[in-house]
């Protein structure tokens, strides 16, 4: 830590331990997490208070252990989370649409979990900017910090992290959990932490197609805490980038399967029980975990009940085959669960669709509406 953030964060302290000691630790760990932090703006602020809103955000269970500690193992595990790889590598393209990112640039991910953005492009490309996240659930933030990815435990909202220092902003898989009320100004604030010239790239579903409804019916029925969240409605994510200020903003629909290799000898019905059993596992879904025990449901039945919802229609396939970020090879396209041989391998592809939006912070707009 340098000294001038050593002194920043040693004025903090009388206010608020916690806090302090959170951020204390996290710049003993990551000695750049200290470049990240709004030194100006902390002497200022209540800590006491900043963790105290920061706890009474609703994070979706993902800080008791039947959701974060499930889901965040299943992200942990590299080769499951590369099972959608397409979707993050699809986003990756819609953040490099203007400028090719390199290991010098910084990537800021607004709802970073336990940081499987980064885990995934690790795998995937060649260079990868410097990452950097925020999640408001410190269960997943310690996650993170176990798989050594900078993750910060703030409300974005308020002023901890500076302004102005990445070159690329995402925030993906999740952003329906922050509530409508409050998405404008989640996205301002995720705006004005990039660089003029950086791009942001927002991802969710659209409200009532299959993928989404996976989310508000299936999990909202077979996760004892449920899942109550709005998605998005065409338009209304681009909308929330140009309200923040961003320019050049469009609206793409994303092919974000899951292709799972299956096991040599497994036959398709196996192949199927075992992707069942991973989204049982990924999404926490405990009830459906206990009423196929006790009832014994047999795969046909869960198939029954899941597979509607890995389902594409026409208009889905007609606006993703027109789409240049999805750079998919065709025998990975398919309308529903499907199990066959690519390439010599045996998969099996469950499709979904996603909807992202991308916007540029203008090169000559300095101003953003205040925290
Ligand atoms: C499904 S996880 C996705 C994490 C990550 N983007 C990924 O791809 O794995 C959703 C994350 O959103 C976080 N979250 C929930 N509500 C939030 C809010 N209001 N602001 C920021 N993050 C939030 C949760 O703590 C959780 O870690």
């Known amino acids: ?8 964060l040693s004025g903090l302290r009388a206010k608020e331990d916690n806090y302090h000691k959170f951020l204390t630790k996290i710049s003993a760990h990551f000695p750049e997490a200290a470049h990240y932090l709004n030194h100006e703006q902390m002497q200022f602020l209540d800590l006491k208070a900043v963790l105290a809103d920061l706890q009474r955000i609703e994070l979706g269970g993902f800080s008791h252990e039947n959701v974060g500690g499930r889901y965040g ?14 979707g993050y590598l699809a986003l990756s393209r819609l953040l490099q649409r203007e400028r090719r990112w390199c290991g010098n640039d910084v990537l800021f991910d607004a709802l ?15 260079e990868r900017p410097k990452y950097v996240g925020n999640d408001v659930s410190i269960t997943m933030v310690r996650q993170a910090h176990r798989d050594n990815r900078l993750v910060f435990y703030s409300d974005l909202r308020t002023p901890v992290l500076r302004d102005g220092f990445a070159d690329y902003a995402v925030s993906a898989y999740g952003t329906h959990h922050v509530p409508p009320d409050v998405r404008q100004a989640f996205v301002n604030a995720a705006a004005r932490r ?8 927002i991802q969710d579903f659209v409200e009532g197609r299959p993928t989404a409804c996976w989310y508000s019916e ?12 709005q998605h998005f409605t065409r338009g209304e994510l681009g909308a929330l980038l140009l309200d923040a200020g961003l320019a050049n903003v469009t609206e793409h ?8 290799p299956v096991e040599p000898g497994s036959s398709d019905d196996a192949a199927r029980g075992h992707f069942y ?3 049982i596992e990924l999404f926490a879904l405990d009830r459906l975990e206990r009423i196929a025990a006790q009832e014994r449901l047999s795969g046909r039945t869960l198939g029954n009940l899941i597979l509607p919802y890995f389902a594409m229609s026409a208009q889905d396939m007609d606006e993703i085959s027109r789409e240049s970020a999805n750079v998919v090879a065709e025998a990975l396209i398919e309308r529903v669960l499907t199990v066959k041989n690519i390439d010599g391998v045996r998969c099996l592809v469950a499709p979904r669709v996603a909807i992202a939006a991308v916007g540029t912070r203008p090169l000559r707009i300095s101003q953003f509406p205040p925290l």
Do not use: W
Request: with cysteine; net charge positive; hydrophobic share 40%.
């Open 218 to 229: 299936c999990i909202a029925q077979f996760r004892s805490c449920g899942h109550n969240y």
């Open 253 to 260: 629909m994303i092919y974000d399967p899951f292709v799972m």
């Open 112 to 126: 970073a979990g336990n940081g499987t953005f980064d885990r995934v492009m690790q795998e995937l490309v060649v």
């Open 194 to 201: 990039l660089k003029a010239g950086g791009t942001l790239v």
């Open 277 to 279: 059993a991973y989204l």
């Open 1 to 8: 830590m340098t000294t001038a953030a050593s002194n920043s």
């Open 73 to 86: 193992r299943q992200q942990l595990n590299t080769p499951r989370a590369l099972t959608r790889s397409h």
